[in-house]
């Protein structure tokens, strides 16, 4: 692939976001606008003359402002755990610096976790594996996550002696 038809496309995509970032309900890093932000604050570090911060900034309000309006998914891939992780990458990274108190949501994250361990939703990008992984490297071993990490453990050991034992039956 060349140089100017890889510029088109990324200019494609550009134009795409810009059209239609508003229409996303989701705050996540995949299938949300949070993961955006982390878009424009590449395109405009490397394909513009005049870096613009307004786009990234004002999607990442957005998604506070969401927060702030009761939005309630936790997952990496539509919300609370994938805004967060987009947060930090743009950190780690250098592209943006943000001074928000997030400790509130990971303590939503912990909860919503607990819940979805106890309804069975172990998928990463959706359920509490995704949530456990961040929480877990996020916060490091501490009492707090290591206890919500056995909760996690003993929970799919449970389900899966019952699905085990479910199948053979059937």
Not at 32 to 50: A, C, H, P, R, V
Not at 62 to 91: E, M
Not at 115 to 120: D, E, L, P, Q, Y
Request: hydrophobic share 35%.
């Amino acid at each position: 692939m060349n140089d100017s038809l890889i510029l088109q496309v990324i200019e494609n995509i550009h134009i795409n976001v810009s059209k239609n970032f508003s229409n996303s309900i989701n705050i996540g890093v995949l299938n949300g606008i949070s993961g955006y932000s982390i878009f424009y604050e590449y395109y405009n570090k490397y394909l513009t003359d005049q870096p613009n911060e307004y786009q990234s900034k004002h999607i990442l309000n957005i998604c506070i402002d969401r927060i702030n309006n009761n939005y309630n998914k936790a997952t990496y891939c539509d919300g609370i755990c994938g805004f967060i992780w987009a947060i930090n990458f743009l950190k780690e990274n250098k592209l943006r610096y943000f001074n928000l108190n997030i400790n509130s949501l990971y303590k939503y994250i912990k909860e919503w976790t607990l819940i979805a361990i106890a309804s069975g939703n172990y998928d990463f990008l959706h359920g509490s594996t995704g949530t456990i992984y961040y929480l877990v490297n996020k916060l490091k071993i501490n009492s707090n996550s290591l206890s919500l990490f056995q909760n996690y453990i003993n929970a799919l050991e449970k389900n899966i002696v019952k699905y085990t034992i479910s199948e053979i039956k059937n």
